[in-house]
């Protein structure tokens, strides 16, 4: 886990107003500085290498947000499960947004597609699974960014220009569309509130 704090700068990034923003997941998550692409941001990065679903539903209820109430929270989760073989992900996941759910009743969170990746997993698994991720998040009035289509190429395949060489981690071009798409959500959200 990693908490940042760095003062803020100016590096092309649009200005919001000043939010706590968390991140939580994996090794993908943990391995971007989130603070240093949206700097107006207090930013709480959360990411634990290797850790799957269960894993991350232990932590939420051990109290991994004791003490803190992010403004939004950003989850991707799921695919170190799917590495090890194990693709009856579903129920899982909806124990974790149950529990986020109710541990945090006043934080907008937003539930984040499970990434394709060059090998191990089929597309088509991750496609039913995220199918069924996207209404899972409606049913608990959760948001859902999809960034599955954004690592594909015009044929459809995984893009290798975002994956490292294992297939599952992401190259900086990887993490640019990512962070692309959680700063233009971050842009409409506030365009929609208003701030």
Known sequence: MRESNRS???????QYSK???AFIGDSLTEAFDWQHRFPPHRILNLGISGEPIEGLVNRVLEGC???VRPDML???TGINNLRRGDHAI?????????VLHRLLPDTRIVIQSILPVTMWVPCAIIEALNAGL????GDFSMAYLDLYPLFLTHD????????EEDGIHLTPEGYRRWSGAVARFLEDQSLTSGV
């Open 8 to 14: 803020e700068m100016e590096n092309g990034t649009p």
């Open 156 to 163: 459809g395949l995984p893009d290798v220009a975002c994956f």
């Open 65 to 67: 947000f004791s003490g």
């Open 19 to 21: 939010m706590t923003l």
């Open 90 to 98: 579903a129920e899982r996941q909806e124990r974790l947004l149950s």
């Open 134 to 137: 996207q209404k899972m998040a």
């Open 74 to 76: 950003f989850v991707m």
